[in-house]
């Protein structure tokens, strides 16, 4: 445990996600909702990129010892990742109405150290 009583890899979690968000802003992306949770699974950052509805999964890596961010997104993620989104659209039309895509944001390095890289439509339907 840490001084504020969250376990390390949580605190090196929610650094990569504040990367994350930093960057995609940097892109001029527009974050709706960071950590979106339904009962069929979460989407950690929902944003818009102009017009379109990016749903976008943070992947994070100390080091590429066991693999990329990217290569950690199993079928069985991306099938969450889906029912997750589908269930945010069924609950707010307006979003639904939207072209929308699946982003995900590799984060790799230590807290202090990190790097992002957004890969726009990382996987299609």
């Known amino acids: 445990m840490t001084v504020a009583g969250a376990a390390p890899h949580l605190v090196a979690g929610r650094a990569a996600e504040d990367a994350a968000c930093r960057d995609l802003e940097g892109l001029g992306y527009r974050l709706l909702a960071r950590n979106w949770r339904g009962r069929r699974g979460e989407l950690d950052v929902?944003?818009?990129?102009?017009?379109?509805?990016?749903?976008?999964?943070?992947?994070?890596?100390?080091?590429?010892d066991y693999g990329s961010a990217a290569e950690s997104v199993t079928w069985r993620k991306r099938a969450r990742w889906v029912r997750a989104a589908r269930e945010l659209l069924a609950s707010e039309p307006a979003l639904a109405r939207r072209a929308a895509r699946f982003d995900l944001?590799?984060?790799?390095?230590?807290?202090?150290?990190?790097?992002?890289?957004?890969?726009?439509?990382?996987?299609?339907?």
């Open 46 to 64: 929902v944003a818009l990129d102009g017009e379109t509805l990016a749903l976008v999964e943070v992947r994070y890596r100390a080091s590429a």
């Open 105 to 125: 944001v590799e984060v790799e390095g230590v807290p202090g150290e990190l790097r992002c890289r957004v890969v726009k439509g990382a996987f299609s339907l």
